[in-house]
């Protein structure tokens, strides 16, 4: 039987936690938050039913990991399916974009060769599962050779710059872009009570199994011991056989400063954003056409990216008849928005809520939550592959599964469960 220890809570540590215990090992999680869930974590406020997400969150209905998982653990029957509709922007306007005859019928490409090009590369990408060829060159150079100026610019090039900022939307590489294409789907699931229920349902099934979790437990330092691994916290020295770290690159460089040097300036050389995102409890539905997620360019002066409708989505019944909406941006953490007040973001945000529903005045708002995290995005320039960090650190007993290993997928919940499942055969093969 060995000991190990896993460093943070989020479905990754818990997906690790559930393969090691289920094959008689013991183990033990430490959470630096007072909750499961990482990064899928939600807040309730008095009265509601349901959690709220504190970054939106949604799974596709293509997530096998996440809903083989849930078969394993008898928490399928809680997925809820559904078709919410998403939008795209084109001059002052928002247009339904989420089925091959609503993609027809917007206008921002014409009716000709541009419509016809950007249909073929999209089937072109949702069809091949080569990937790998398409690492060495960016969606910028890949699209504007096969899709075209026009499409690229007016379809998909706003997306990138949103996601990655201008600074790294002109060297994001293709594979990024294909695994988007490939993955997703238009019918989207969440759980019954949010992904908050999951993530505590989840966290119950690992307890009957033995599973240890210390919540405001924060890991201090991971230092390699004679045999095996000791972790140093706040109330002291612990020793175990093995050791994963779930959370960042930079955190776990901070952490076990011991790696090798060549490992470490891979860790550190990883370039990943940060997410600020505001949710907003309003009185009255924002979106009269009931859309929930918009796709908003930059360019068109919103002050965000994401502006999604939660109950839209999910019913308001569950939020005391609330509506829900999430208006959020990926940036570098140095961006002003990660150092303004809550009431500063707020008068900032709502200003752009106009630009979805004109009626829309301040005195809708109830509440306001403000969530802001330094890693939410990994970022996947030329060549990635040869910079992935192996799982297997060089310090042995230690292992790193995190967002940004989980390439060439982008990150989520379905993939933090197949790179947790991945790393405990890993482990459990190990000596
Ligand atoms: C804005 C945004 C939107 C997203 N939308 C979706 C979506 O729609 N669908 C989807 O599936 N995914 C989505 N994701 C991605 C998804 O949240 C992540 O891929 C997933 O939660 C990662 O899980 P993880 O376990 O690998 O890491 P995390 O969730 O980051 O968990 C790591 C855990 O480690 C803990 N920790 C860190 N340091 C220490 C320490 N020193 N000691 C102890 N504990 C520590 C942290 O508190 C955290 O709980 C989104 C993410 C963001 C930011």
Known sequence: MKQIAIIGAGVGGMAVAYDFAKAGNKV???????????????????????????????????????????TELGLASKVVIKRPVTVMYYKGKFYPFDSILAA?????????????????????????????????????????KWAGDKVYDEMWRPMVVGKFGERYASQVNMAWMWARFHA????LATYEGGFQQFADDFAAKLKEMGVEIRYNAPVQQIKPAEAGVTLITSSGEEHYDQVLFTSSPALLAKMAPDLPESYLKGLLELKSLGAVVMVFSLKHQLSKEGYYWYNLPKSAGFPFLALVEHTNFVSRE????????????????????????????????????????????PSWINQTWLFRTNYAQPVPLVNHSKNIPSIETP??????????????WDRGTNFAVEIGRRAAGLMLEAD
């Open 104 to 144: 027809l019928l917007y206008p921002g490409l014409g009716w000709g060769i541009n419509k016809i090009r950007f249909g073929l590369v999209g089937l072109y990408l949702r069809l091949t599962s080569n990937w790998k060829p398409m690492e060495s060159t960016t969606v910028d150079a890949w699209m504007r």
């Open 395 to 408: 310090l042995k007993g230690v292992y790193f599964a995190s967002m940004s290993q989980v390439y060439p």
């Open 28 to 70: 033990v999680i430490f959470e630096a938050s007072g909750a499961p869930g990482g990064l899928a974590a939600g807040f309730r406020r008095e009265g509601w039913k349901w959690s709220v997400e504190r970054f939106y969150h949604h799974w596709f209905t293509s997530d096998h990991c996440m809903f083989g998982l849930m």
């Open 318 to 361: 569950n939020f005391g008849g609330e509506h829900i909406v999430y208006a959020g941006d990926y940036l570098e953490t140095d961006h002003e928005y990660f150092k303004l007040s809550q009431e500063e973001l707020q008068a900032r945000f709502a200003e752009g809520l106009k630009k979805f529903n004109p009626e829309f005045d």
């Open 184 to 187: 997703r789907t238009t019918q």
